[in-house]
């Protein structure tokens, strides 16, 4: 396939992403836009007129006064007062449009950046397991910049010379049809290198921007990596790696770059090929008194040609900004357009409250007591149903990929207030589990019931909210300690959150820190040790009052003197919920009321820890050999 083939589609694509970046900035700026537009084409008349001036001067004044002497100046003051008035006009509307520019692009990328969040928002957990955060990052910064630069440099630049072009190609044909011919014919010349020019640098500006995005990914894993960058002097290899990928976006840089770089000074170059030509051809025309030419007409057109040929440079020079504009719009509306968490869900989780006959109504105020609202739809009834954490999964199969199946045939149940542990090696399916329950991923096959309703029914930020999560990575926010606290629930109180801390045991060792419960936690918590972060993130789950728990390895990376404190929290949090404990230390899952021991995605043994180690099974392996106290 040739080149201009292969360069149309690209040419395609990159129009209509700059449309639907114009389309966007005119939803939320129309009528200041049409103002820019007005202002654009009042400077460029202003322009015009300034270019067509030198006619006036010379034919009316200089040549009447070398002919014949004559000295009548009288009109030049009034001339030379409109061309002032004229030219500050232009001069305030150009002010004006580039101060209303500044308004529109900051303020577009204002709405851009809120949408692109609220679209992240929305996102399955599935999409950030399989994109590079760095890589996200680099769409909220780098491609995002290049709109910005789009906005409010490139659009009412080309607009200007779009505008400017026609006034004065307007004025050329009114004032010499044969002088504008070479124009014209130059100008031809000047586009059809833009052209070229754009579609060969337009492929790889893509390329550039990926290439970006993956620079600031590995930057961005190295950053949190770099204890164990360190620990195993991997420092030598980094810098390798790094290299690698920084090479490859210098090369796509450079192959950007190589011909847009090259586009201005062609042009230019052209352009005055083409002003030279208009004076040669003007002068000829003038000496031998053709075609109505006169001095003023040549100097007049040698301006206007100027005037004409370098808002196609000019334009040649904002290609490159453009092309790579059209490359961040891509990156930017293929997160836009990803497909949002869907929701089908119609249960709700409601405030309620209890009549002396154990009925349920619903409550317009907190009353500590939750219930379902279930609307059936074809009997045209609503009931309620206790809140109380019971868990049944029947027969479920799940699979990352249609095409692989990691789950096979679990089926269980957790009794409310039931502790439920799942044990096994690494990979075995535990936290995939869990995270089914939470639907952050949906079954294959199968049902899973909570409160003996099917979890598809239910909406899903109802399902989350009664279900607390305490992980073994965990994640506090720049802010107080009582702000990662009370995330947990942000309409809970101080005394909400101190109560929820006491439970957790993190109450003694917050009131030790420099500020108490106001000392400011920044980097993930980095000033706090893993155990202290980990009590964090309990009393955020205590705080919540979920009737279900789900702890993943919450222990795993705390030595063991900090894992009773923590444990402790742990079963002061757990009692009386419904409890998914995922744990590698089988001391921890011993008072279990179900251990399942799960293998390569199916439950293989359940059972109490005396009946399983009664079995003398894969449980009797795992704790007598290689996780033994």
Known sequence: ??????????????????????????????????????????????????????????????????????????????????????????????????????????????????????????????????????????????????????????????????????????????????????????????????????????????RQQIDLGAVDGFIEEMLDGQKVVKVFCHEEAAMADFHKVNEELRNSANKANRYANLLMPVNANIGWISYALVAIVGAILGINELAGVTVGTVITFVGLNRSFTNPITQVSQQINFVVNAAAGAQRVFDLMDQEPEVDEGYVELVNAKEDENGQLTESPTRTNLWAWKHPHKAEGTVTYTKLEGGVVMDDVDFGYNDDKIVLHNISLYAKPGQKIAFVGATGAGKTTITNLINRFYDIADGKIRYDGININKIKKPDLRRSLGMVLQDTHLFTGTVMDNIRYGKLDATDEDCIKAAKLANADGFIRRLPDGYNTMLTGDGSNLSQGQRQLLAIARAAVADPPALILDEATSSIDTRTEKLVQDGMDALMKGRTTFVIAHRLSTVKNSDCIMVMEQGRIIERGTHDELIATKGKYYQLYTGNFAD
């Open 1 to 206: 396939m040739s080149e201009k083939k292969q360069g149309r589609p690209e040419v395609s694509i990159a129009s209509k992403l700059i449309r639907r970046v114009i389309g966007y900035m005119l939803h939320y700026y129309k009528y200041p836009f049409i103002l820019v537009v007005v202002c654009i084409l009042i400077t460029a008349i202003a322009t015009v007129v300034g270019a067509t001036f030198p006619q006036t001067l010379v034919d009316d004044y200089i040549v009447p006064m070398l002919s014949s002497g004559s000295r009548d100046f009288s009109g030049l003051a009034r001339d030379l007062i409109q061309l002032a008035c004229v030219m500050g006009v232009g001069v305030i509307t150009a002010f004006t449009y580039n101060r209303i520019m500044v308004n529109v692009s900051q303020g577009t990328m204002l709405h851009l950046r809120d949408d692109l969040f609220a679209r992240m928002e929305a996102l399955p957990i599935k999409y950030f397991d399989t994109h590079a955060h760095g890589d996200i990052m680099s769409v909220y910064t780098n491609d995002v910049d290049t709109l910005r630069q789009l906005l409010s440099q490139s659009i009412p630049q080309i607009i200007n010379s779009i505008i400017t072009m026609t006034a004065t190609l307007v004025t050329m044909i009114l004032l010499n049809p044969a002088l504008t011919v070479i124009s014209i014919l130059t100008a031809l010349v000047m586009l059809k290198v833009t052209a070229t020019f754009s579609r060969l640098s337009g492929k790889y500006y893509i």
